[in-house]
């Protein structure tokens, strides 16, 4: 180790800038969380201070909880959220599998065909989505987001699921052939468990894009009923935007389950980024 | 040697995902490609051929609106590369540092705008970008550049630079996250091979690691770019449909919404709605395709 690697002014500089980005980061974060819990005369008095006795209120939360129906937009979300993840895990797991596990004729051409959709955003083909979606009747369910979030997941699934279950030794899934287990049951009790890390990565890669997104809420479900958190609190917002209040605590409300999932996840998330899964 | 029989499993393995995905991406995107060239005339859909592009890039109603909203999509691009990108690239290399204490710390702090939706960082900025909260105003006040606050967020002339700084606060951690892991797989070997040579600190950064983790910075550039030629999301949530101040946020994704989708008064219009979509289908398309075969190939790799 060398001398300038050692240099404490180096290390406080070090520190002295990611403690600045830091703050850069979080502070619209905690503004909008602490003065969300209060009163709006303190909420234009010192939006800086902390809230004490005095000033501490949850009428925005009140008028949250009775103007909107929250817990409905949360239900739409995590429904959403979760039927896509399993379909995109469950496919794009088969198919990865069926890519690099066996050869056949179009292999390669099946394996780009399905790249393809890593590169080119589905929202481009948003006009004829659409009109599919009125034709087959699903406009206004919440299926319409599954299928195009399942759609728009399964390239990258299949991309880096394929190149783990390369590294899957080729000895125990032919020791399993040997004992007569079908392809099938290679799949689901062997190869699924090992590559069970991958999975992780890519639910969560796909697991935030699918909750915050609003183009898609916004176009084919935007009905009272099927309204995701995301556009619920963007509607909402804009109705009550004279209310600070309220449009406090509605960013408030949005922003606890994210960050909740993202205190249980951040570190399968960072390791799945640094792990280079995107290369 | 008999042939071998049908492998059923293949297909089935397959079937699913490749179905989904035809019916739902790449359906949808050839028809929207051809739903451009046709128009609705009595009520009924007739080929136009290129009509709707001569109207797009031709007729000054729609052409100024289409330039509009591409000249600034591409200063939003080139906010998010000159500030992005750099910041990103800082940030990693200090937190590759070796034994740097609290780096997963800031790491996961940093990381946050990244995971909060466009509704919420829209809106969250603009409150404390409000003249009327005063916090911005107060902030500066506080250092005495109280003479330099403008409502940035309603000007002309400012407004889009904003919203683009804005997503760069947002997206910042992408970038870092993909150099950092970058820097983290260069061996220690090759670093102390530059040390023995008397290449160090700063030098060490440049002549050493930056060579080797232009890949990435390639990666991150062409991620960028497609994200920021569909994005949509922020814009709408801060700015609404109309992109204002009098359309100078307006970028491809809000045009395209407001032509297809209708917005108050305007009916909405899929075939128009189509022709901007497949425009943005080809500007992506040239920028993959630049990257791909002008960039990635020229780019030397290094094995380890």
């Known amino acids: 180790m060398n001398k300038a690697r050692r240099n404490p002014a180096n290390i406080i500089a070090a520190h002295s800038i990611l403690i600045l980005y830091t703050v850069i980061a979080l502070f619209p974060v905690f503004v909008i969380l602490i003065n969300s819990f209060k009163t709006r005369r303190a909420i234009f008095r010192e939006p800086l201070a902390l809230p004490d006795a005095e000033s501490f209120s949850t009428v925005g939360y009140e008028t949250v909880f009775n103007q909107g129906d929250f817990f409905g937009y949360f239900q739409n979300s995590m429904i959403v959220t979760v039927a896509s993840l399993f379909f995109i895990l469950l496919f794009g797991a088969m198919a990865a599998f069926a890519l690099s596990e066996y050869r056949f004729k179009g292999n390669t051409l099946m394996g780009l065909y399905l790249a393809l959709g890593i590169m080119i955003p589905i929202r481009i083909g948003t006009v004829a989505i659409l009109e599919m979606m009125v034709n087959t009747g699903l406009v206004n369910t919440l299926w319409a987001l599954i299928l195009v979030y399942t759609a728009q997941g399964l390239p990258l699934a299949v991309f880096i699921l394929s190149e783990f279950m390369r590294q899957v030794s080729d000895d125990l899934k032919n020791a399993g052939r040997i004992d007569g287990l079908s392809e099938y049951t290679i799949f689901f009790r062997l190869v699924l468990p090992l590559v069970r890390p991958a999975m992780a990565t890519v639910a969560v890669f796909n697991m935030i894009p699918i909750w915050n997104d609003l183009w898609f809420p916004l176009i084919l479900a935007p009905a009272e009923a099927t309204k995701t958190l995301t556009l619920g609190s963007q509607v909402f917002i804009g109705q009550f935007v004279t209310d600070w209040n309220a449009v406090l605590s509605a960013l408030g409300m949005a922003i606890f389950p994210v960050m909740v999932l993202y205190v249980i996840f951040s570190r399968q998330l960072i390791r799945g980024i640094t792990s280079g899964a995107v290369k | 040697m008999r042939k071998p029989p049908i492998r059923w499993h293949i ?226 949530a801060a700015q609404g449909a109309l992109a204002g101040p009098d359309f100078s946020t307006d970028i491809l994704g809000t045009f395209m919404y407001r032509t297809f989708f209708g917005f108050q008064l305007q009916l909405g219009d899929p075939h128009m709605g189509s022709a901007i979509a497949s425009a943005m289908f080809a500007i992506i398309l040239i920028g993959v395709c630049i990257y791909l075969f002008g960039i990635q190939t020229r780019m030397r790799r290094y094995q380890f």
């Open chain 2, 11 to 236: 297909l089935v393995f397959l079937a699913p995902a490749v179905l989904v995905y035809t019916a739902i991406m790449i359906i949808p995107l050839f028809n929207t490609l051809r739903l451009a060239l046709f128009d609705e005339v009595d009520r009924t859909r007739v080929f136009v051929g290129l009509d709707n592009f001569r109207t797009l890039f031709g007729d000054p109603l729609w052409s100024d609106a289409f330039l509009n909203a591409l000249g600034n999509n591409f200063w939003f691009f080139l906010i998010h590369m000159l500030v992005q990108n750099p910041i990103g690239i800082l940030l990693a290399a200090i937190l590759s540092h070796p034994r740097l204490r609290f780096a997963a710390l800031y790491r996961t702090a940093i990381f946050v705008p990244t995971i909060l939706s466009f509704v919420i960082v829209g809106f969250a900025w603009k409150l404390i970008l409000s003249p009327i909260w005063g916090i911005a105003p107060g902030m500066m006040d506080a250092v005495g550049l109280d003479d330099y606050f403008l409502p940035w967020l309603g000007l002309e002339g400012t407004a889009l630079t904003t919203l683009a700084l804005i997503s760069v606060w947002q997206f910042v951690g992408i970038p870092m996250m993909l150099i950092y892991a970058a820097l983290l797989s260069i061996p220690e070997e090759i670093l102390e091979a530059g040390e023995c040579d008397g290449i160090t600190g700063a030098a060490a950064f440049w002549k050493i690691k930056l060579p080797l983790i232009l890949p990435s910075i390639g990666i991150i550039s062409i991620l960028t770019f497609v994200g920021n030629f569909n994005a949509f999301d922020l814009i709408y």
